[in-house]
């Protein structure tokens, strides 16, 4: 053949891989392609020696075809095929170097290139990061060591070499010390936080623990390696930020996002502040953790081993004259009084709510404790939300080899939500104590669009499928 092979997009069989063991094939840094009978093609970097097909024939026992390919290529079909890391864990297994992880701190992900357990961390992380991946979990089991990837909220694996398994109590103890954690301690639960750098960009790392029945499970997640979005790219309706602009413009009142975990709240508030931050305003937040890093905005870092509560926290930054307060998150009945006080005293608050919808945040509040008539007074958006996957527009959502979306037929996601606008009638409900049904229902009445009707919405605008809104409604 002429020209360069293009491995873009390949997916070598199992049979095929079994051919050239990983060892052969990081040592003469080759790919296997096709397989027939005694003959194997193979891929080699462009510009190789040409005893490198004798060489290769003896090695592997049969006939020999030889087609030149980018060395970058091949080493990415490598990383594919065999597994993340798989030459930093093949010369650790060897015994040629140490396992035991250092107490340096990874300031920098791409500064450790000698194969030590810190590199092969760090690999791991940098290669979640090319993936896009908001999530890493590390999960030892009795006869495998698991990592996988959440892309676009869903778990994926990660691709591993299969020996990981080894090496898995030095990698956990390798992120526990990056995390400050107490690598002795493996009865009980913790969390650590953990910055690096990789390139211009720093990122926030942060780290839970649990001990498991076959070793300790350790998920990190990655904050900071998204970029803060415009209200008008989070995929919203233009209907709803045209709601939501007009509600900034309120000078005091209780903004509510709801949601399960993982539905894009933290970033459509984030994208809210963005929009008011401007010099007129004194903007505070107080959040477990601080995600993105603002400047103009003062960012509490909820720390509650020192007792800094949200409720301790908003309780002093009512001190310092604010005009908007965000709290992270409304978890119980302190928090909620005090925000809720804080928005009818002349402040405008944004916070969340763990629940399924907009209208049972309502309902929610109130079985925190807090009294109907300062819901009623206080509240005056709730907007529910989820996020769902896009369609990836380089394979148009048909998935199979596409390198884009690595054969998921989808890259992204997007926003649907639904709107509670707290008007007289949602009052006289509330001070009824409804049931969030009798909300929905004058939701209804209204014209209020749920998240289902804008899930549809965006399966006849061809971003998602019918498919993905069932998974997340």
Do not use: W
């Amino acid at each position: 053949m002429s020209g360069l092979f293009d491995l873009k997009g390949k997916r070598v069989p199992a049979e095929v891989l079994k051919r050239v063991p990983s060892r052969v094939a990081l040592h003469y840094h080759i790919i296997p392609v096709e397989a027939d009978g005694d003959r194997i093609a193979v891929c080699a970097p462009e510009g190789f020696d040409p005893r490198l097909k004798d060489e290769l024939r003896t090695v592997l026992n049969g006939q020999v075809e030889l087609y030149p390919a980018r060395r970058e290529a091949i080493a990415e079909a490598i990383r594919n095929h065999y597994g993340v890391a798989e030459e930093i864990v093949a010369r650790l297994l060897t015994g040629a170097l140490s396992v035991l992880p250092d107490g340096g701190s990874a300031e920098d992900l791409a500064a450790e290139k000698d194969p030590t357990v810190t590199a092969l961390v760090n690999e791991l992380i940098l290669d979640a990061l090319e993936r896009r991946a908001t999530d890493i979990h590390l999960e030892p089991f009795d006869d495998r060591f698991s990592v996988r990837y959440r892309v676009d909220g869903l778990l994926r694996e990660a691709g591993i070499s299969a020996r990981l398994r080894a090496l898995s109590p030095g990698i956990i103890a390798r992120i526990k010390i990056m995390a400050n954690l107490d690598i002795g301690e493996k009865r009980l639960p913790q969390d650590g936080r953990i910055k690096v750098r990789t390139g211009k960009r720093e990122l926030d790392l942060r780290v839970s623990v649990l001990p498991g029945s076959s070793g300790e499970t350790v998920v990190v997640r990655i904050l900071g390696s998204a970029e803060l979005l415009s209200l008008d790219a989070l995929g919203l309706s233009p209907e709803t930020v045209t709601v939501i602009r007009r509600s900034l413009k309120r000078p005091h009142g209780l903004i509510l996002l709801t949601g399960p975990t993982g539905s894009g709240k933290t970033t459509t508030l984030y994208s809210i502040l963005k929009e008011m931050n401007t010099t007129e305003r004194k903007i505070i937040t107080v959040e477990d953790p601080v995600e993105y890093k603002m400047s103009g905005i003062v960012q509490i870092q909820v720390k509650p081993r020192i007792d800094l509560t949200f409720a301790a926290a908003l309780r002093s930054m009512l001190r310092h004259d604010p005009d908007v307060l965000m709290v992270g998150e409304i978890r119980d009945q302190e928090t909620a009084e005090i925000a809720i006080r804080s928005a009818l005293t002349g402040h405008l608050v944004f916070s969340t709510l763990h629940t399924n919808d907009a209208a049972s945040a309502l309902a929610r509040l109130m079985e925190m404790g807090i009294p109907p008539y300062l819901i009623a007074s206080s509240v005056e958006l709730v907007i529910g939300q989820r996020l769902v996957r896009t369609v990836c527009t380089a394979c148009r959502g048909r998935g199979g080899e596409c390198d884009d979306c690595r054969g998921s037929g989808f890259r992204g996601r997007e926003a649907i939500e639904e709107v509670l606008r707290v008007d007289e009638e949602v009052r006289r409900l509330i001070l009824a104590s409804a049931p969030a049904d009798a909300v929905r229902e004058h939701m209804r009445r209204t014209g209020e669009r749920f998240l289902r009707d804008r899930g549809r919405e965006k399966v006849r605008a061809g971003r998602t499928t019918a498919g993905e809104i069932e998974r997340v409604c």
